[in-house]
């Protein structure tokens, strides 16, 4: 231990370039599939998967479920030693890279709550970078093979530091970008169930306007298509250039809608379009808008529009699936798109295609665009023409009187104080925030806000709104409806009855405190994080966690010398300036006897 904060106060250990990987001829090591371990004790699901669609990048891992637990133990995926270790408050939080230098090839472990296993003076290590005032954030280099461990052995234990709540996240990273975990067979999760296909995409290809078939299983992993009316749809007419897309999901063992591992392409039979998730480059991490529809797909909750054909990375130009222009004129093609999972398991959908104008018409390829556009009523206007974008199409605003003959139901407590402009596009994406103002005819209130209902995950969502004395300006990067409601709906408090007793597991538990969590709810403008919180009528402290949404309560045990019972209030506060109901919580402390040891400390 001395050597080593010796050689942290010396600088060698702090942020020294990585040398330790070589030049490799491909971006995926030759590593044989077996050599690569299950990273915890017990067969855990996968809760995120590789490339998933995050706010500003993707998800360039895979998360292991951990059931609500810190503390199990997280095992070595390979021989090899610890390569660095990091800490944020944000992000990875406590972080461990561990490196196999006979195939040059790094797994990242993140959200960790310590350092474990033989690694006891590594523990040390981080305990000391903290008390020396490193709370903020470390980032160290170790010199290499310090910290050695075999194939399977623990290094450290689970948490939830950083982001999110407590999972491990995994990452296996070579030089030039990330492998996706599923890519070796002992991470692979024993699936046997197809992807689900929720819908085709067609746009260009001579229609007007963009044609979301909605997707319905008739058998395992084969699917059909029917329009909005429930109409079964087993042909279409298109011309030209057409652009396909596919969305879906895959559930693997877990409850979450994840995304898949890849998708093809198929027209009579011959193969167009093929993609694989195995593998991403470190820049195309940061580059979703060439997989997704970043104007449909969402994060929360997952709605994933998958590009059927390659999008150009610097958005200069748009792709598209296939020509039908290079194809005999009224002959039935057909089409088949598919989305395929890590164990091989593929769902699809197909449909005939005909080489003929859509309803007898055909929109022109270079129709102007609809960059910056109003609604008729002049009081709704939206600008992206300062956005990055794609496409030779245009962006379209509806305006709507009121809520009838609308997807959606307004929420109960909020009042409809506006029209409601629907926002669509036509073979156009752009990235980014739009912006945007929506007059009103009277200056709204604290209890009014923007209000957008998103038409891909066919729920409200937050929108970046700014009050001004005519109305609201905001910033939108989604297709959908936007409205001004009234809050007059107060915020709730429920306790996390899903939620364990504990959150540690006994190892890492401290017996000298309980804490309690309680959600704060809000159908509105939002909750506040602050509340008013009393315990016996005395104010109390809390923290308030945003991976859960929740507030903190800690208590000491030794109250339980004092009281058999304790009395818990709060009160909540919403932006529109509502109260919530008092929520009480009679706390028993007649159990935490056995729990408390002599080093407890004595409540004051």
């Known amino acids: 231990m001395i050597r080593i904060l010796f050689l942290l106060i010396s600088g ?53 479920k951990s059931y609500g637990l810190n503390g199990h133990s997280i095992l070595a995926t390979f021989d090899g030693y610890v390569d660095e270790i990091s800490y944020s408050k944000l992000g990875y939080g406590l972080s461990l890279n561990f490196y196999s230098p006979k195939y040059k090839i790094k797994s990242k472990y993140a ?23 490193e709370k903020e954030g470390f980032q160290i280099k170790l010199p290499q093979g310090l910290f050695q461990s075999k194939k399977g052995n623990p290094i450290g234990k689970t948490g939830e530091s950083g982001s999110g709540i407590s999972h491990l996240h995994l990452e296996f990273r070579t030089e030039k970008g990330i492998i996706n975990p599923l890519f070796f067979p002992d991470l692979h999760q024993k699936d046997n169930t197809p992807p689900t296909i929720s819908s085709l995409f067609i746009e260009g290809g001579g229609l007007p306007k963009p044609l979301i078939l909605e997707a319905k299983e008739s058998e395992k992993g084969i699917y059909f298509l029917f329009d909005e009316m429930g109409n079964q749809i087993k042909e279409l007419s298109l ?36 993609r694989d998730f195995s593998y991403l480059s470190f820049e195309d991490g940061a580059k979703k808008h060439q997989f997704y529809d970043i104007n449909r797909s969402s994060l929360s909750p997952p709605v994933y ?69 109003s609604s008729s009523d002049k009081h709704f206007s939206f600008d992206v023409s300062k956005n990055e974008s794609t496409g030779n199409g245009k962006i379209e605003i509806e305006d709507k009187k009121d809520a009838t003959d609308l997807p959606f139901s307004i929420p109960k407590g909020l009042i409809l104080k506006s029209k409601i402009y629907k926002i669509e596009s036509v073979n156009f994406t752009w990235k980014g925030d739009g912006q945007g103002e929506l007059i009103l005819p009277v200056s709204p209130t604290n209890k009014d806000s923007l209000f957008f209902w998103d038409s891909s995950i066919k729920k409200f969502s937050s929108v970046a709104g700014k009050r001004k004395a005519n109305g609201f300006s905001f910033s939108l990067s989604k297709l959908g409806y936007l409205m001004v409601l009234e809050d007059m709906s107060p915020p709730s408090i429920t306790p996390m009855t899903s939620l364990a007793r504990h959150i540690e597991l006994p190892e890492i538990r401290s017996g000298c405190f309980e804490n309690r969590y309680y959600a704060l709810n809000d159908v509105g403008t939002g909750f506040k994080t602050t509340v008013n919180l009393l315990l016996d009528g005395q104010t109390y402290p809390y923290e308030y966690d945003p991976d859960r949404k929740a507030i903190k309560v800690t208590l000491p045990k030794s109250l339980y010398k004092e009281k058999p019972y304790l009395l818990l209030e709060v009160r909540a506060f919403d932006f529109a300036e509502n109260i919530s109901q008092p929520f009480t919580d009679l706390i028993v402390t007649s159990g935490w006897k056995n729990d408390v040891y002599a080093s407890c400390p004595e409540s004051e």
């Open 12 to 64: 060698i250990l702090f942020l020294q370039p990585d040398l330790s990987l070589g030049s490799e001829p491909h971006p995926i090591p030759e590593i044989p599939k077996e050599d690569v371990g299950f990273p915890l004790p017990y067969y855990s699901p996968v809760t995120g998967t590789f490339a998933e669609i995050r706010n500003h990048n993707l998800h360039l891992g895979s998360d292991f």
């Open 111 to 133: 959200h960790l709550h310590s350092f474990g296993g033989g690694f006891s003076d590594l523990e040390n290590l981080r305990i000391a970078l903290l008390m020396m005032g």
């Open 239 to 274: 011309t030209g250039k057409v652009k396909v897309r596919l969305s879906g999901y895959d559930i693997i063992r877990s409850r979450n809608k994840n995304n898949v591992y890849g998708m093809d392409l198929f027209l009579n039979g011959k193969e167009i379009f093929r």
């Open 305 to 373: 529009f998958y590009h059927m054909y390659e999008q150009p990375k610097d958005w200069k130009e748009e792709g598209f699936s296939f020509d039908l222009d290079k194809e005999p004129s009224s002959v039935g093609q057909i089409l088949e798109a598919g989305l395929r999972d890590a164990s091989s398991n593929r769902s699809y959908i197909k449909i005939i295609i005909k080489n003929e104008s859509p309803n007898g018409f055909i929109v022109s390829g270079t129709s102007g665009f609809g960059k910056k556009v």
